[in-house]
C-alpha cells in the first residue's frame, strides 16, 4: 500500500477510536454488568397441563319437519326461498333428501351443533371442569381429548352464578391438572390459556395477570388478563408458570366479539368449591340474609363514617334473617363475622360462601353509631322475581309547604300508610327544584333521615335543613319504590 495512504488510514482509525473509545468501552462495560434478560419458557407446563385440557362441543337436537328445499329445519316465520338470508342457510345446511323410513311431520329430528368451548379434566376418574354457559341448554355433551379420542360426557351440575360446570366421562387414568393457589397471584405475574378459539384445539397463548378481584358479578372476584382468550377458549385453564391452574377461562372485554387485550378467568379456589358442591349434591347451596346492597363511598363523610367501606341496606326482605335480626332500612354493614367488609360487592360473596343455618354476628352503623347483631343465614332459593312492597307514600292532605335550601318541599305521611310501609318514620317529597332536581330527587320520593338524624315530621325536616351548612354536603336517606340509597346535596344560599 501507498505510504502516505497507509498513513492517512492510520490517523482515521486512530481518531475514530478516539472519538468513540469511551463511548463504546462504557456500552460493552454497561453489557458486561447488566444480566441479559430471559423470556419465560412455556414449553415445560404446557407439556404438564396440556393433555389434561380437552374440546367441548354440544349438541341439541332439531324437529325432524323439514323445510321445503329438504333443510334439516323448517323455515323461520316469514322467511321465504326468496328472502337474501335463504341462501345463507342453504350455504351451511345443505339440501338433505330423505330416505325412504325417515320421519315424517314433527318429532325427534338430527343433531346439530349447538356450541364449542373448553374444559380441562380435574381426577383421574373423569370430572371435567368448564364453564356454565359452555354446555348450557345442552342435549349431548361431546368431550375431545388430546389423544383424539372423542367421549360422550355427562353434566353433574351447572351453576349460573359463578358460570362454573361439571361434566363427567367415564374413562380411567386420565391425565389431570394441578389445582393451584389463585390468593397467591401477583399482579404482573405470567400466566397462559391453553383452549381451543374458534375450534383450534390446544391452542397456548400467553400474557400477565393485569388484576385481581375485578367486580363482574356478584359472587365472583375476577382475574383480569391480558392473555389472548376468544370464542372457544371459555372453560380452558388458566396456569401459573408452575403449571398449576389458577383459573377458568371466562369473559372477555370486547366490541367486536374478539379478544381486545383484556380477558378474565373465575379463581381456582372459587370454582373449585362450586365443583364440589355440583359433585356431591349437584347444585350449589347459598346463604342468604335479604338485604339489598350498594356502595356507600360518597356518603362516609356526613355519616361520620370513620372511612369509605360497608355496605348500605337498601331494602329488608320481609320476614328474612336480616328482618328478624333487626337490620333496618339505611343501616350500612361494615363486618360479616370476622370480615371486614371493603366494598359492597364482598357481602353476597361472604353470605353465599356461608351455611345455611349459621349465626353470624354482623356489625352496624346506624345513625352515627356502631351496633352489633346476630342473624342466622338462610338458604338461598332459586332465583325469583322479588314481589315490591309498591312505589312511594300516598299525598297527605295537608297542603305542601315551600321549598327550602335543598329545593324540597316535603308533607307529613299518615301512619296508617308508614305501617303499609313498614317504616317507622319519613315524609313524603311534594315538589322538587334546585339541588334537590339536580340531585335526581323525585315527588314521591320519602326522605327517612337527614346525615344521622331521623326524619319524623315535615316541620321538624325543615328545621334540619335550616341548620345545615352550606359549603357541606348533606346525605339524605331517601326511599324510592321498594328500596332506598343515600343521596348526597349540597343547600343553596337563600
Known sequence: MNKPIKLILTLAVAGASWLLGPAVTAQAQTTQSTPATQLPDFTGLVEKAGPAVVNIRTTQRLSAQRSPRGLPFPLPDGMDENDPLFEFFRRFFPPQQPGPNAPRGRGPGPEVPRGVGSGFI?????????????????????????????LSGKLIGSDQRTDVALVKIEAADLPHVEIGDSSKLRVGEWVVAIGSPFGLNNTVTAGIVSAKSRDTGDYLPFIQTDVAVNPGNSGGPLLNMSGQVVGINSQIYSRTGGFMGISFAIPIDEAMRVADQLRDTGRVIRGRIGVGIDVTR?????????RTAGALVRSVERDGPADRAGVQVGDIILRFGDRQIDKASDLPRLVGGTVP?????????????QRSLRLTVDELKPEASASAEGSGAQPGQTAPAQANSLGL???DIPDTRLAELRLKNGVLVEAVEGAAAAAGLREGDIVIAVNNTDVTSARQF??????????????LLVRRGDAAQFVPIRPEQR
Open 122 to 150: 380435574v381426577s383421574a376418574d373423569g370430572y371435567v371442569l368448564t364453564n356454565h354457559h359452555v354446555v348450557d341448554g345442552a342435549e349431548q355433551i361431546y368431550v375431545t381429548l388430546s389423544d383424539d379420542r372423542e
Open 357 to 369: 343455618g349459621t349465626r353470624v354476628d354482623i356489625e352496624v352503623w346506624r345513625r352515627g353509631d
Open 462 to 475: 325543615d328545621e334540619l335543613v335550616k341548620k345545615l351548612d352550606p359549603s357541606k354536603s348533606a346525605v
Open 409 to 411: 318541599a316535603v308533607t
Open 298 to 306: 360518597d356518603v362516609a363523610e356526613p355519616l361520620g363514617l370513620p
